[in-house]
């Protein structure tokens, strides 16, 4: 049978990946360039007995994001630059307390309010330093609208499978654009739950390692009743201060994504094989540097691209062995330098890395990169 | 036969951390005995909070409980309650939590008008962070920011809660013990969102400060300010000088959030 063929927008496959993964409540506030994730949920979350709320304030969103998640249900919020540093507090709340949930930030300009209509690409540190305290971070850089509809459906798995907070970070660029997606059929793209307890609910504890450094997770309103804080916790899940707990628990936080990363990371690389010029990009900017490489091929010089689709944890194994590869690495960003620090630290001089960055809400146009690319390549 | 609190409390999670002479044990003994002349059952009840003293009752009761950001647990009630409206939501928390940083969620949840009951212990000072004013302290009292005395006017928390839309608000205090459940009790079972504030004594940073020389005292005080809604009926104008309603202030029915939203769930399958 033929798949169902759309033309839809980025923000929109969003909404529509999220609801194929079994996504039942959306709490929002409303922002530019990311308020379609919210309208479309408001429409589609009724027709399958799902709950939309517009909150009061992007905090209360993520709150009630993460009070919805502990009943059992796949929650999600979208927001943009703003109202991401709003979530911050309540995202760290998620992390230390294990509650799945997703959140959509389409990356506009800042800081502040900047360009809220502009593109950009300078939240990616925020995704992962935001918050105060250790924690892990996920985050997803989708490129293509039928990739933010596929990588939301991943989010949510990732989300559900590590008992933890997922980032999807489209810049507004590819928020905002439109394209053909074909719909995946239910069975097409897995679809994981999170695990619930297999012991009696007197014995159920919501943080009990004997299960792994993914504890199973128990809804509220079921049999079991459990606590929960965003202090530090024993496996109970009542607060504690011993610092042996302490300090065992926050290095499992991290472990249970250290330890997975490569079923986490995924990119895509293009014509690296012989490449002496790379390109390490994201998003919307990895589609001007797929359009440089291939003129730069014309012109005969070897560049490939590194896509990165997963930024958090970074593709460091990859980026290292890729700066032994190539001559030279370009990291072109529609911010003033973050991904090429990341670079760098992994290229550990084995490459010379160089970048290009704007601001001023423009796209990175393949032009500019196709002149870095013959400037390296000389 | 003595009431059986221990039944409601979680083992071992006892002694609180209040200090001696706080009212927050006496009002999360009202509660408990609310709950329990409701016969709420534990699975189905959440017991939610933001940060403060107040806001560690929930660790010591035995429900599904949630303590979670400074001023956020109303947000964090409404993500429960509209999820899963078949659960009973308690959000309990203090005066600076629930009308200072948690503020802005607590008018909407007031106008949203939401199934759950917002039990504000107000003792009008941050007592956890050791006594900084709030804003439910009194003009000219002293604390730990205001050394010269509060410049800072107070909101009446139950003023607030109706002008913003509450449909059950009541105001009790800690020395009236026995009117904490019957006032709590109403308010659990009224369809909306009901806030319950009950006047409360922080001795440790607010009593010491403001030369009360006992616990006695400040509960005598409590005492001497409270007036029923009926009482006050047959009082003059003078004579309510300086003293607070207690009772049940106001109630009104008016549709709820989370039975509106069904029927919007209704309309938009029924076109599918």
Redesign the interface.
């Known amino acids: 049978m033929a798949k169902k063929i759309a033309l839809l927008q980025g923000n929109e496959a969003c909404a529509y990946g999220a609801l194929y993964a079994g996504c039942s ?1 959306f ?1 929002g506030y409303p922002i530019t360039p990311s308020t379609e994730v919210a309208e479309v949920m408001a429409r589609e979350l ?2 399958v ?1 799902g ?1 939309f ?1 517009q ?3 992007e ?3 993520m ?9 059992g ?1 796949k ?1 999600l919020t979208a927001t943009s630059g703003p109202g991401f540093s709003l979530k911050q ?2 995202i760290g ?1 998620a992390c230390i307390t294990e509650v799945p949930c997703v959140i959509i930030n389409v990356m506009r300009g800042g800081p502040s309010t900047g360009m809220p209509t502009g593109p950009s690409q300078s939240d990616v540190m925020q995704a992962k330093w935001g918050t105060h305290g250790d924690h892990p971070a996920i985050c997803i850089v989708p490129a293509s609208v039928q990739e933010l509809f596929t990588e939301t459906v991943r989010a949510f798995n990732l989300s559900e499978k590590y008992r933890t907070p997922v980032t999807v970070m489209p810049d507004e660029i590819v928020g905002h654009m439109r394209e053909k997606i074909e719909f995946p059929e239910p069975g097409d793209i897995p679809v994981i739950n999170r695990t619930h307890p297999s012991v009696s609910p007197e014995e159920y504890k919501p943080y009990d390692t004997r299960f792994g450094d993914v504890p199973p997770l128990a809804a ?12 530090n916790k024993t496996a109970d899940g ?2 504690t201060t011993r610092a042996e707990v302490v300090q065992m628990e926050e290095e499992r936080q991290l472990r249970k994504i250290e330890e997975n990363v490569d079923e986490i990371v995924t990119y895509e690389e293009y014509l690296l094989d012989d490449a002496e010029v790379a390109i390490v990009a994201f998003g919307s900017t990895a589609r001007s540097a797929r359009f440089a490489i291939n003129e730069a091929r014309k012109a005969g010089i070897n560049a490939g691209l590194f896509r990165i689709i997963t930024y958090w944890p970074f593709p460091d194994k990859q980026i290292s062995a890729l700066a032994t590869k190539v001559k030279s690495i370009i990291v072109p960003e529609m911010n003033l330098g973050m991904t090429i620090h990341e670079v760098r630290r992994c290229a550990a001089g084995n490459a010379e890395v160089s970048g290009i960055f704007r601001v001023d809400g423009e796209p990175i146009n393949p032009g500019q990169i196709l002149d870095m690319i013959k400037e390296a390549g000389k | 036969m003595a009431f059986d609190y221990d039944k409601y409390i979680r083992p071992g999670k006892l002694p609180h951390i209040w200090c001696p002479g706080c009212g927050h044990g006496i009002v999360m003994k009202g509660l408990i005995r609310a709950i329990d002349a409701l016969g709420l059952e534990k699975n189905k009840t959440a017991i939610v909070s933001g940060i403060g003293c107040a806001s560690r009752l929930p660790g010591y009761m035995d429900f599904c409980t949630l303590h979670t950001t400074h001023g956020r647990g109303v947000a964090f009630a409404t993500g429960i309650k509209f999820a899963r409206p078949e659960m009973q939501v308690i959000c309990v928390g203090g005066d600076g939590d629930g009308v200072a940083i948690g503020g802005n969620h607590f008018i909407h949840a007031c106008r949203r008008n939401i199934d759950m009951t917002y039990l504000i212990m107000n003792n009008n000072i941050y007592g956890m962070t050791g006594g900084q004013f709030s804003p439910t302290t009194p003009l000219g009292a002293k604390a730990s920011t205001t050394p010269y005395g509060n410049p800072d006017p107070p909101f009446d928390i139950a003023k607030l809660a109706i002008g913003a839309g509450a449909t059950f608000v009541a105001r009790g205090t800690a020395y009236h013990a026995n009117q904490i459940d019957k006032l709590l009790v109403e308010a659990i079972k009224h369809k909306g969102f009901s806030v319950v504030e009950i006047l409360d004594s922080c001795p440790t940073t607010y009593g010491r400060r403001n030369k009360y020389r006992s616990v006695v005292e400040m509960m005598n005080n409590l005492k001497d300010v409270a007036v029923s809604v009926k009482a006050a009926e047959n009082m003059s104008p003078e004579q309510l000088q300086g003293k607070v309603l207690t009772g049940v202030l106001y109630k009104e029915s008016k549709p709820e959030y989370v039975a509106e939203y069904q029927k919007i769930i209704a309309a938009a399958q029924e076109a599918v």
């Open positions: 409540f709490a009724p027709k007995g709950k709320i909150m009061e304030d905090i209360a969103a709150a009630a994001v993460i009070g919805a998640s502990l009943t249900m929650t507090e309540n709340y509220f309103g079921s049999e079991y009743r459990f606590h929960v804080t965003g202090l009542f607060p």
